[in-house]
């Protein structure tokens, strides 16, 4: 979408292009203030002003020049990098299915690469893993690669630092994993976030090192103590795939876990679908916080099961102070025993709430045949009107309804 | 009796918008033996060569841009006999356990993530090349003699 | 006496020429650099596909107002349900259409009609029918009477059911993935409560299969300004301001907001003819009064195509009543004018667009009759004259320029080499005659503001809380829609 050549070129080009005409700009009003103060003939302010019009207009000639080239450049450019990508791609894959040696590449041995054989084996290593994967990335650091890339992400211009954590990112190689941890405390956050999703992605692939010294443990430091908005942290939580299940247990265990990422943790749970991870989840049912205990139940309704001890805590939050635990609850609700939900949520169709009323009515519905005959009976004969509409309104969704005959129970012509 | 065909002489089908995991997938199927292999990085083409090509075995993308795989099974489940089987095997860096649940029912008979291991998705082929060529070979033998085309 | 005057006005109109492009030249250079750049490496292709294939959004509701649209409503619609986004719905308001837009949607869509248990957190025109589309169960569509477009934005919130909402004009047409850039930045930052994007002329544009395959560039020139134009105040304009968060606009044509903060904030304002504007202000002034961390950004990538005024009357029409909504929105709120209470905004954002952007029209057009005047009179030598009004064309071209320049940059859009030199062309050409065409226009909006205010007297409460959703509290919102394969 965006070419990531000659730009900088080019802002650095309007720069001083700008710089040079606001420069040129100021002159020409003080000599036009001082001239009309002073009286002086106009003279020499007209000569600074066909000085700033000559200027500009070989600026815009200078801009219109380069830009005109640029797009000689960049497509010549595009062509020879699709080219070329090809040709290093095939190399590549001939590398990493029989081994180094065979193929008669055209790359020497200890020459850095150019950027087009780096996105071209970063691209394969997305695709491919095991024993071809590690011969792409033995060849990557064989053409250090891999410490042209730390040494930007550590210390480089801005851009060229994205970059190079993106490439680290995708490369996944395992000593990047603790000077990508280091970078969680950059100041720029951009880079904070890039440098959380580049470790998730590095450490999905290491192999599990229980331990206080091992990667999961720093890494579950280096979280806890980065100032990362939640977000960022549940984005990299999804992005360890099956590394994401012990590193959840860690977190949920300390009992000192912030609250911030202690609704991470959960939001991440429901949706990995870490079923097992449920009774763990459940604890929290009972959090003061109002957003962790919602956060529970949602966790809850996304596994699509509800541990036994967590019953009865979550039948009661049916009935909590706060709505939007309520509305969680009453969601969760649809995956406990039915006759004890139903006794919970038929209350909840009156709520206050119209997002209580809906859940309490969409849970019902799921309830089998037993919540369904409920939700009947509330549109038929429920004496509040809010709790009738809505009761017709969860029979249409599901179907049990045709929208005439929901015409027909509300009354609407 | 229909003679056995080699496993290596089956039509793959690679379909996968991103260039490089076609020619990767080209490339390994090439070096096991596999002769005839057809790649798309053009969704939409896709039942149009089914129709000329009649693959033995569909490598599919799921997330890909104007068409994505569920649309393409949905396509191709349209096209092909009821009795028919056609292996589609599900190549996809989405590890959602939703997602996966959702393929296979929606025509998938495998499934295998990315970044994937070679021998595995080899391995994957090769089952699912052979049930299909039983397949083939039961079809035949079942169809009454007179009626054989 | 008349000759200090003038000179005077002289004085003040090269400062204010100076000042402006000085201010031009650090927001483009800002917004170039601080935005463009740095966005455009964090969010590579792949890494969105990354974070799309792991869950990480938040579900939109996108609400398309729309009157009398007979013509493009079903394309519209169509082209919306084809978005890349695993969960959205689409609230269509047809805001008392007289025309065949209902019964078109009616038929497009088998839509059939159901009683909604609605919610009144914002007041709005009466709703006389709901509908649900039996092929694609996340369109609904709301018949009300007329109330025009806030109002129908109003109506869309009542019914909207997801945490983010996206405002959409019933002609834009979306980037397929539009809504997923936007909608992750909700994701990342818990604070932020609007986006905007950027929008491009769809004029003359290669549309296949309800989505915008090439960029090309029209055939008139009325239309090529308005490319230039629009690159000019979205890469340059508006990515500056927002780098110093203090963006004031976000377009109508696509916004994605956060409802609950739009809520809060009392919903769109009836009664004026720049709400899009108008609401992005008193976000800006709710939150920086309640003291709560907050952000409203600009960011290049979201792209939304909308079709551009092909003729002179139309563009005048819609040039005026844009002038009249900037007048009218800092009308309104004129209380930040220099009021440190609102910081940035109130000590350097409303000031400039009263002086840069407001009143700008009207300063050009008095530099022009001055120049005629001086002239005539014969105390400002022809030469002088002439070559200012060189140098002001020169300047303003300048700025086109970059702007073209940075078109250039996005390697899918007007790839060829000419309509690149077109476009060259076109940022000569826009200083000879239309800039100042425009200038005039907006200058006699300026002058109609007092007597063309529409429903300037009735004005809509704000803080409506009928909702029952406590302040700070997490969206009862999120996660509506059940999971997928429940």
């Known amino acids: 979408m965006w070419r990531r050549y000659g730009d900088a070129f080019y802002t650095l080009l309007t720069l001083a292009v700008f710089g040079f005409e606001t420069i040129a700009l100021g002159a020409l009003s003080l000599s036009f203030l001082l001239g009309k103060a002073t009286g002086i003939a106009s003279t020499p302010v007209e000569g600074i002003l066909l000085g700033v019009v000559i200027s500009t207009a070989s600026a815009l000639a200078l801009l219109g020049l380069y830009l005109l080239s640029y797009h000689f450049v960049s497509n010549l450019r595009d062509r020879w990098q699709a080219e070329h990508l090809d040709k290093w791609t095939e190399w590549w894959i001939g590398l990493a299915l029989t081994g180094p040696g065979e193929p008669a590449g055209h790359a020497p041995d200890r020459r850095p690469l150019p950027r087009v ?59 990047a994993l603790d000077p990508l941890l280091g970078l969680f405390h950059h100041a720029r956050p951009v880079v904070r976030r890039m440098a959380a999703r580049a470790a998730a992605g590095t450490l999905a692939i290491m192999a599990p090192e229980p331990g206080p010294d091992g990667p999961h443990a720093r890494f579950i430091d280096a979280i806890k103590q980065a100032d990362l908005q939640p977000g960022v942290v549940q984005e990299s939580l999804l992005l360890l795939e099956t590394r994401a299940g012990p590193i959840l247990r860690e977190l949920l265990a300390d009992p000192e876990l912030s609250d911030s990422l202690r609704w991470v943790a959960l939001e991440t749970i429901g949706r990995l679908g870490l079923a097992d991870m449920a009774e763990l989840a459940a604890a929290s049912g009972t959090h003061p916080d109002p957003e962790l205990r919602a956060a529970t139940f949602r966790c809850l309704r996304r596994l699509g099961s509800v541990p036994e001890a967590a019953q009865a805590p979550l039948l009661g939050a049916v009935d909590d102070e706060v709505d939007f635990v309520r509305v969680q609850a009453a969601h969760a609700a649809a995956f406990v025993e039915p006759e004890a939900a139903l006794a919970a949520l038929e209350p909840r169709l009156e709520d206050s709430s119209w997002w209580v009323r809906r859940a309490a009515a969409a849970s019902m519905a799921r309830l089998g045949e037993l919540g369904v005959a409920s939700v009947r009976r509330a549109a038929e004969s429920h004496p509040e009107k809010a709790a009738r509409e809505m009761a017709v309104q969860i029979l249409l969704e599901a179907d049990v309804l045709t929208p005439a005959a929901a015409r027909l129970a509300t009354g609407v012509a | 009796m229909l003679p056995t065909p080699r496993l290596t002489d089956a039509r793959i089908l690679v379909v996968d918008d991103e260039r490089v995991n076609v020619v990767l997938l080209e490339r390994i199927l090439e070096q096991d033996g596999y002769r005839n292999v057809k790649s798309l990085t053009d969704p939409s083409e896709v ?29 191709l489940e349209s096209r ?70 | 006496m008349w000759r200090t ?205 309800g989505r915008v395959a090439e960029a090309r560039i029209p055939k008139k020139w009325l239309e090529r300004f308005q490319i230039l134009e629009y690159a000019r105040a979205f890469f340059t304009g508006r990515a500056g301001w927002s780098h110093f968060k203090s963006l004031l ?9 956060r409802r609950t903060a739009v809520l809060e904030a009392g919903g769109f304002r009836v009664g004026t003819v720049a709400e899009d504007m108008e609401l992005v202000v008193r976000l800006h002034k709710h939150f920086l009064k309640a003291g709560k961390p907050y952000n409203i950004r600009f960011t290049p990538d979201p792209i939304c195509w909308s079709e551009v005024p092909s003729d002179l009357g139309t563009l005048r029409r819609q040039r005026n009543r ?156 999120e996660q509506e829609a059940t999971p997928a394969g429940v």
């Open chain 1, 117 to 175: 054989a780096v996105d071209s084996v970063l691209s394969l290593l997305e695709a491919v893993k095991g024993e071809e994967g590690d011969r792409l990335k033995e060849a990557l650091a064989g053409h250090g690669v891999d410490r042209w890339f730390l040494r930007r992400a550590r210390a480089g211009h801005l851009t060229a630092r994205l970059d190079a954590i993106e490439g680290l990112g995708k490369a996944r190689l395992p000593h």
């Open chain 2, 47 to 75: 039942v149009g060569l089914y129709d000329q090509f009649e693959p033995d075995l569909v490598l599919l993308d799921l997330h890909m841009p104007k068409l994505d795989g569920f649309a393409v099974m949905q396509q």
């Open chain 2, 80 to 149: 092909i006999s009821r009795d028919t089987f056609l292996p589609i095997l599900i190549l996809t860096a989405d590890i959602r356990p939703e997602i996966k649940r959702r393929a296979l029912s929606a025509g998938a008979k495998d499934f295998v993530t990315k970044p994937f291991d070679r021998t595995e998705v080899l391995l994957r082929i090769q089952n699912l090349l052979e049930t299909r060529f039983l397949h083939l070979r039961v079809r035949h033998d079942t169809v009454p003699e007179g009626q054989a085309t």
């Open chain 3, 5 to 209: 005057l003038l000179n005077g006005y002289q004085y003040v109109l090269l400062i204010y020429f100076s000042s402006l492009n000085v201010l031009y030249a650090l927001f483009s250079c800002i917004g170039l650099r601080a935005i463009v750049v740095v966005f455009a490496r964090e969010f590579s292709q792949g890494s969105l596909r990354d974070l799309l294939e792991r869950d990480v959004y938040k579900p939109v509701s996108i609400l398309v107002p729309a009157h009398n649209e007979e013509v493009s409503i079903v394309g519209s619609v169509q082209s919306l349900l084809a978005l890349q986004f695993p969960e959205f719905e689409i609230v269509v308001v047809s805001d008392g259409s007289e025309d065949e837009t209902m019964a078109r949607l009616i038929e497009a869509f088998a839509l059939a009609e159901q009683p909604w248990a609605t919610r009144q957190d914002l007041p709005s025109a009466h709703v006389r029918r709901t509908f649900r589309s039996l092929t694609h169960p996340n369109l609904i569509v709301v018949d009300k009477e007329r109330g025009g477009k806030a109002d129908s934005l109003n109506a869309g919130l009542n019914m909207a059911r997801y945490p983010l909402f996206a405002a959409v004009d019933a002609d834009s047409m979306l980037d397929g993935e539009a809504i997923l850039r936007a909608s992750r930045l909700f994701v990342e930052d818990e604070t932020l409560v609007g986006v905007g994007g950027t929008i491009r002329p769809l004029n003359a544009a290669v549309v296949s299969e």
């Open chain 3, 249 to 257: 606009i976000i377009s109508g044509a696509f916004g994605l907001f």
């Open chain 3, 322 to 477: 844009w002038h009249r909504g900037l007048w009218e929105t800092l009308w309104l709120h004129k209380d930040m004018l220099f009021n440190p209470r609102y910081r940035r905004l109130g000590l350097v954002a409303v000031p400039y667009f009263w002086i840069f952007e407001a009143l700008a029209p009207v300063v050009e057009i008095s530099g022009y009759l001055l120049v005629g005047v001086g002239i005539f009179a014969g105390f400002l030598s022809p030469r002088f004259a002439i070559l200012f009004v060189v140098l002001a064309v020169l300047y303003g071209m300048l700025a086109s320029q970059l702007a073209a320049g940075i078109e250039t940059f996005l390697s899918n859009r007007y790839p060829r080499l000419r309509d690149r030199a077109v476009l060259f062309l076109a940022a000569f050409l826009e200083f000879v005659g239309y800039r100042q065409f425009l200038a005039f226009e907006r200058t006699v909006a300026t002058v109609q503001v007092p007597f063309k205010r529409g429903q300037w007297g009735k004005m809509h409460r704000k803080g409506i809380r009928g909702s029952t959703q406590p302040p700070d509290a997490a969206d009862p919102a």
